[in-house]
């Protein structure tokens, strides 16, 4: 049985949050799809709101400090991301914005991505159309063509008028499964050499901040 990693991102503000409940959601079913193709999944959960200084002192100094930094190494280095946001304001939330701004622009090509993103309103839910996929798809990632929009009325009895919470996350798990199983496992580099996940041929500062030498 092959392995593969998942790294999930939440940026949810609240503990516990409605955000992180999604991303759970979605991973676990991912994990269950995959298992059903005999791969097994290790799934790495990050709380940007853990990292909230340190992405901030990353913007600031372009360096990243060592806690950001191995959790961009995973991020980056896994076969396969889930990234859920809160909608503020008809989009992503700043924190999740910010966590992108630090990463290398290339450091998420090619890679299956799965999104998620929650709100009081399933008014919001256009916003993964709208603003969430066009920015992994300039970042050369590849989103599965299915995004889970989650209201506060999802989580109850009455959910909304589209198909249910829990077959929009199986839809959308099955489709990052399967694009998982398409592509060979991710190479296991050495996590300390920043050009294996950041790019070659950039400035230190550039490697670490994710930053073109503004």
């Known amino acids: 049985m092959s392995t593969r990693r998942i790294a999930v991102l939440s940026a949810g503000l609240s503990n516990p949050s409605s955000t ?28 940007l709101r853990d990292y909230a200084h340190d992405i ?8 990243a400090p060592p806690a950001l930094e191995s959790m961009i190494n995973a991020v980056v280095s896994a076969d396969a ?3 859920v946001t809160p909608i503020f ?8 914005k910010s966590f992108i701004d630090v990463l290398d622009p290339d450091a998420l090509s090619g890679k299956p991505v799965l999104i998620g993103a929650n709100a009081g309103t ?6 993964i159309d709208y603003a969430i996929r066009p920015l992994f798809t300039y970042l050369h990632a590849e989103p599965v ?13 009455s959910g909304d008028q589209v198909a249910p919470l829990g077959e929009r996350i199986e839809r959308g798990a099955r489709e990052l499964a399967e694009a998982i199983a398409r592509r060979e496992p991710a190479r296991n580099e050495d996590p300390f050499d920043p ?13 670490l901040g994710g930053l073109a030498g503004e």
């Open 20 to 47: 992180r409940m999604l991303a759970d959601r979605l991973a676990a079913a991912t994990a269950k799809h995959l298992g059903e193709r005999d791969i097994a999944v290790e799934v790495d959960v990050f709380e």
């Open 56 to 63: 901030t002192n990353n913007l600031l100094t372009g360096f």
């Open 81 to 83: 991301v889930i990234a």
């Open 89 to 96: 304001s008809t989009s992503y939330s700043g924190l999740f």
């Open 122 to 127: 399933a008014r919001h839910s256009l916003a």
């Open 145 to 157: 063509s299915t995004g889970v929009f989650a209201a506060s009325s999802d989580w109850g009895a």
């Open 195 to 207: 050009a294996n996940y950041l790019g070659e041929g950039r400035s230190f500062g550039h490697l």
